[in-house]
Structures are given as structure tokens and as C-alpha cells.
């Protein structure tokens, strides 16, 4: 254990999964630390860029696993750095989108402690980008919207219907277990032949992908994989993805026969 008593936090976004997607100011973060307290959404390849002498401690909140409150995240926060020192808070994608960071921030500094920020390669933009979905496009798309469909109480946000009234890229977190229900709504008012992606555990070894429009979402619904995180994806910017390209000249093929 390296020895340094002096409390500090750094929270660092650790970028959308695949480990050389820190940017390199997190990465000496974290070699400098002597506590990590990691999400779920951490790679296990990134952790184990970092040697044992450090701890490395899982306060995520994923099923599966014992999920700690918010609450029990930011005193572990506190606790590890006055016993220890400098603690990495490593938190997926970029910490300021839908990460709670403020609510850590403001803990921790309530006791004292110095809190940097080092942001990080928010999916949001990383995740569509690596299977080249463009946000904006000139002629086509001129602004994104980056939401979570359904608000504290499970009920979908008026930000879905807004989103779905204008022509913005809809990028969609948290939405996966709720695609059927998501799409419902968006066709409401959005044409059938609008262009839909799902991307999960994207940047990753794993990553797995559907497209479709949303006309037609029978065969996304298979592939879904309710455990993992994911990220869908509406508006006519994903028509830019060859697979979505190549199930289109299908479909007008066999209409045609
Ligand atoms: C609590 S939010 C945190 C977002 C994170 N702060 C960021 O900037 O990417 C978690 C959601 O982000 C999305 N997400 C994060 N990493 C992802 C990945 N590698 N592939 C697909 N979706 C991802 C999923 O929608 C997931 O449910």
C-alpha cells in the first residue's frame, strides 16, 4: 500500500468500455491513486492495467451483484480517503452524464476534501461513433438529444415525446428493458421508416448490434440482451451504418419478388 494520508478525490470518467478509451490524464489518475472505487460499467481490463498495491473496490449498483445506495457510495468515498489517501472515483463514460457525480462532489467536499474532475469519453457519442452513427449530419440531423426514456417512477419522460415531434437524433440510455415500449411511443409521431440502432456493451469485445426501422422492430427484440448496457439509437443519422444499408436493399428485394 502506498502511503500517503493527505484526503483527496478524483473522480475520473473511465470512457465507454473498452480500456484504451481513458483518456491518458484518467489513466495516471489512476496510477497515482491508492484506493479505486469503480461502477459496473468498469472494464475489468482497465482495472487491470493497475497494479495490486492499489485497492480496487466495486461500489457498483448492477443486478446481480450487491447493489450499494448512493448513499453508501459516498461515505465509502469519505472513509477511504481519510484512511487512505487519494481515491479515484471511476465512473463509466464521462462522470456528468447521468452519473450522479454532483451529489458525490458535493458530499465529499462537505467533509473538507478536494474533489478534481477528469472527464472521460462519454458513450453517448463514443458508443454510435465506433460503429460510425454520426449524431449530427449536415442535411440531415442538426442536433442530438441525449435522454433516459422513463423518469424515477418508471413513466416515460416528456423529453421522448419532444424528441419524437422534432427531427433530432434520439440517443436513448438506460432504455434497453423498455425498447418495445420506447419505439410504441416514438412511432407516434415519428415515420415507421425512421432508422433505429441498438448497440450493447459498445467499444467491447462483446459489443453486439441490431438495426432496424422502427416499423418493424421483431427481429431487434431477439437480440436484445436484457443484462447488458445499451444504447438505442433513432433517427435518419443511423441509415450511415452498411448493416442497417444492407438489411435495407433486402427488404426492397424481397418486396419485390
Ligand atoms: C448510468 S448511465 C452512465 C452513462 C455514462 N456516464 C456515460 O457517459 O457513458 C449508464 C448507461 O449508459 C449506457 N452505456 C454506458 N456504457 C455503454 C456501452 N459500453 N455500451 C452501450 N451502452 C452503454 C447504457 O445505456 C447504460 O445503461
Redesign the pocket.
Known sequence: MKLSKKAKVTLV?AG??AKDLITLKGLKAMQSADVILYDA?VSEELLSEIDDSTLKIYVGKRCGKHSFTQDEINTLIVEHAFQYGHVVRL?????F???RANEEIDYVESFGVVVDVIP?V???IA?PGSQGIPMTQRGISSSFWVMTATKKDGSFSQDLKFASQSETTMVI????RKFKEIIQEVIKYRNPLTPFAI??????KSESFSVGCIGDISGAVNNIEDSS???IVIGDVVAEHPSFFEEEVQRVLYSSL
Open positions: 470518467g465507454p468500455g460499467l465512473k463509466g463514460g464521462d462522470p452524464v447521468f452519473g472521460g462519454s458513450s453517448v458508443v440510455l438506460m432504455g434497453i448497440i450493447q456493451n459498445g467499444t467491447m448496457p445499451g444504447i
